[in-house]
């Protein structure tokens, strides 16, 4: 080989010729090796035990294998292989050509795990190349560049013998400029099944379909008559539009024979996206969302899809079992939140989607269990505790895989499900090769599984809880090929869960020692627990005083729930964040119902009324509240005779009340009042309000001296008085004495100017003598008039009007 790579027409020199095969020596090297270890890999494929390798070689050709179908063959079949080939080397490969390779059946399930960790090694090829009509070749592949290809091959011509798992290498050959020999350059390893005939006794295998997502919903709702709910952002319509995560879930999951397990959480934030609801904006604000129509449809398609299925529903919110075993089980009420979370799940998923959940099951997360966990598990009602078997792994040497039940006591089951089996579908499966890889890998576990003993079991499948779009994808592939396969039959998790268990198995519950560390330090912390604890009290003295508790109790009891999510595993900073909202937020609300402040107060006197207002600015009235009002100094300033009062308070909606207290004061000077909101329990409702009282109370010394200052007032006027009333009588006997003397003189007749005698004054008295008037009957006719309300009283009563004695002094 080496010499036909000489010039054309010269001779090769002895020399030329003595390194050219010592350098094909050389580079041959590795090849050699290669084939050596060829029997000792296939061997420790077949038995499952690993080989002693050398360092792994990729090749410098990539191959991906990005489609095989059918991927689990029966007679008459064609199996169709389709991918690419990357030169990912510097030198172009010349003379390529791709091709199938079959090997020996595997025998063990450890055996499938040594092939798939090194599929791309080409220092460890495996079996022998089919007929060469069956290849694709490549003139050229240019480094950098990729090129298609597509091989089809009748399943007879395979060469594939007993029922089993046979590793299926598609290789890529060709040779390069620095090696210029043919060599495997490429290759990419999988799996062909192969179960012709329906198996006589069939795996029963239950495949989980979690529709589970991330916290969405705050525990604030706008203060309208239908409570507006509050989002945290706009992710969860992403998921639920056409070609989302979750939209991808429930339209494959439809047409499997699988048991959805749900958190009912998801349930009611999408059906609360149905209707109006607003989104967390910046500065507080909030915007409107837009995606109702997409709500419906997926609620709708959700309900027909779940119709006559089983129906697992987790704690509302997905509660993270093991962090409340590990860390808040010590903060006192921690537990109550699981048991509500459990009690509404029922309700939940019934009003939306109308069928009745199982809430038998607990899930802790990847199925990792200890002790304590499974205390708390069952501690909410669950009976069955699903696990997982690189958690709960065999101790006794079984050479099979036992059904998944096992009774671990006090009347609970563990559910254990198959690891390899669950964790087939994880990574990155937006290519088309990883995908298909995964599928192949887990077909030929499940037949593995199947092949080992003729005893029938039942097999339980739990993927990741939040599959993506493409993880949903490789999982629905994987369980059609499944479900048409001749070696497994479909199963809900209650058969499984019923199934007689292996007596062989292991029951024993792992140590909390054995629990993985990582895992651990992803768990919410006991603080978070004492931060909901705190929430909750502050909760249940809030709803005491409402009129309408369910616009308050409801959204803030879900929203702890969620607090408690699994979601928040390896995402601390974020649930930190949620659960201070929450708190914050409920915070702000009993603040609406508040005393407002008062200035200081001046009280003059013996007593006064002091009022207090309490201003309730909730939509809802408040009510069993009481309203104390203490002085600090009760011998200075009492309050209605004690050192408080309470009043009953009741405030409607939107609005404010005044309550008055009466004081009294015993001394001068100031006293410090406080008016402080209790419930009816006795339990302190927000902030007090406290001012200062300066007492002016009068003393009995300046009581008496104003009292002297009264009398002498008294007296004085009293004296002017009957000064005033002596003088008025007196002049009252003079002007009657003046009278009767005029009234004895003669009589004037005096006559007019033409001769007519003059009558007298115009007014007359008819009923004096003559029609005079004279000033005694005037007098009379005064006196004998009726007394008006504005007449001042007489001040004494007349003197007598008889002539004064000798001596004495009359007044004219």
């Known amino acids: 080989m080496a010499e036909a790579a000489d010039f054309q027409g010269t001779l090769p020199s002895p020399a030329r010729r003595w390194l050219r095969r010592t350098g094909a020596l050389l580079t041959g090297a590795p090849l050699l090796a290669a084939l050596l270890q060829l029997p000792a890999a296939a061997t420790a494929a ?23 179908t059918p991927g689990a063959p029966t007679e008459d079949d064609t199996v169709t292989v389709s991918g690419t080939v990357t030169n990912t080397g510097k030198q172009a490969v010349t003379d390529a050509h791709v091709d199938l390779r079959v090997g020996q059946p595997l025998t063990t399930r450890s055996g499938i795990d040594i092939v798939a960790r090194n599929s791309d090694d080409v220092q460890s090829t495996v079996g022998t190349e089919i007929d060469e009509k069956y290849t694709q070749e490549f003139t050229e592949l240019t480094p950098g560049i990729s090129r298609p290809f597509r091989i089809s091959v009748p399943v007879d011509e395979l060469n594939l013998g007993e029922d089993g798992v046979y590793p299926l290498a598609v290789s890529l050959a060709g040779q390069t400029s620095a090696q210029p020999w043919e ?38 709702t706008k203060s309208d008559e239908q409570q507006t709910p509050v989002f945290r952002d706009d992710d969860l ?10 939209d991808r879930m429930v339209a494959l999951g439809k047409d499997l024979d699988v048991t959805w397990v749900i958190d009912p959480d998801l349930l009611a934030s999408v059906s609360a996206m149905t209707e109006a609801y607003e989104i967390q904006g910046e500065g507080g604000s909030t915007i409107a969302g837009t995606h109702q129509a997409a709500a419906n449809r997926w609620l709708a398609e959700l309900q027909e899809a779940v119709a006559d299925k089983e129906v697992v529903a987790l704690p509302f919110g997905d509660p993270d079992l093991a962090s409340l075993a590990h860390g808040g089980t010590s903060v006192t009420g921690s537990l109550s939140h699981l048991k509500e979370a459990t ?6 998923v019934w009003s939306i989607l109308h069928v009745t959940p199982s809430t ?3 899930w802790p997360v990847n199925g990792a269990v200890d002790p304590s966990i499974v205390k708390v598990a069952t501690s909410a009602g669950a009976d069955k505790v699903i696990a997982r078997s690189d958690s709960f792994q065999e101790t006794g040497g079984l050479s099979y895989t036992p059904s998944a039940a096992r009774p671990i006591g006090g009347g609970t089951t563990a559910v254990v499900a198959d690891s390899r089996l669950s964790t087939a579908f994880q990574g990155d499966m937006t290519k088309a090769s990883t ?33 993506s779009a493409s993880q949903a994808q490789t999982m629905a592939e994987a369980l059609r090929a499944l479900q048409d396969g001749d070696w497994s039959q479909s199963q809900d998790l209650t058969a499984a869960a019923r199934a007689k268990p292996d007596p062989a198995a292991t029951t024993k519950v792992p140590a909390a020692s054995a629990y993985p560390s990582w895992m651990r330090k992803q768990e919410l912390p006991r603080t978070a627990f004492e931060q909901i604890a705190r929430t909750q009290a502050q909760l249940d003295k809030f709803k005491v005083i409402l009129s309408d508790k369910s616009r308050v109790v409801t959204p803030f009891g879900r929203a702890l729930n969620r607090g408690m999510s699994v979601s928040w595993r390896a995402r601390a900073a974020e649930a930190a964040i949620y659960r201070s909202g929450v708190e914050s937020y409920l915070g702000t609300l009993t603040d609406q119902v508040k005393l407002i402040d008062k200035s200081d107060t001046k009280l003059s006197g013996r007593s006064a009324t002091i009022p207090v207002t309490v201003q309730n600015n909730l939509v809802q009235g408040v009510e069993h509240l009481v309203l104390r009002l203490s002085s600090t100094n009760p011998t200075r300033l009492e309050i209605d005779g004690d050192a408080y009062q309470e009043q009953p308070i009741a405030v409607s909606g939107g609005h404010s009340q005044s309550v008055k207290f009466t004081t009294s004061a015993n001394a001068n000077g100031q006293a410090t009042v406080v008016a402080q909101l209790y419930t009816q329990d006795g339990q302190k409702y927000g902030d007090p309000v406290t001012f200062d009282v300066k007492v002016t109370e009068i003393t009995a010394t300046v009581m008496l001296v104003i009292g002297g200052g009264v009398l002498l007032l008294v007296l004085a006027g009293f004296r002017m008085y009957t000064q005033r009333k002596r003088a008025a009588a007196r002049e009252a006997g003079d002007d009657a004495r003046e009278d009767g003397q005029e009234a004895t003189a003669p009589a004037r007749t005096g006559h007019d100017a033409d001769g007519t005698e003059d009558e007298g004054p115009r007014n007359q008295n008819p009923s004096a003598p003559g029609g005079r008037l004279t000033q005694e009957s ?27 004695g000798t001596g004495e002094r009359v007044d004219r």
Request: glycine residues 4%; proline residues 9%; charged residues 20%.
């Open 183 to 220: 060599q495997v350059l490429g290759v990419q390893r999988t799996f062909l099944p192969w179960q012709p005939e329906e198996a006589d006794t069939k795996t029963r295998t239950t495949f989980l379909w979690p529709l589970v997502s991330t916290t969405h919903m705050t525990a604030e």
């Open 237 to 246: 319509a992403k998921e639920i539009a056409p070609g989302g995560r979750l």
């Open 435 to 467: 995908s298909t890889l995964a599928v192949q890998r887990f077909l030929a576990q499940s037949l593995m599984l199947g092949l080992q003993t003729s005893e029938q079991r039942s097999v339980v499948v739990t993927p990741q809880r939040t599959p």
């Open 46 to 68: 077949a038995t499952g035990q690993d080989a002693p390798q050398a360092r792994s070689a990729t090749g410098s050709v990539s191959v991906s294998v990005d489609s095989l």
């Open 778 to 804: 005037e007098a009379g006719s005064r006196a004998d008039a009726p007394e008006q309300p504005s007449d001042p009283a007489p001040d004494t009563e007349p003197e007598s009007a008889d002539p004064s």
């Open 360 to 362: 038998d099951f607990a």
């Open 343 to 348: 009690d509404v799940a029922v309700d939940t």
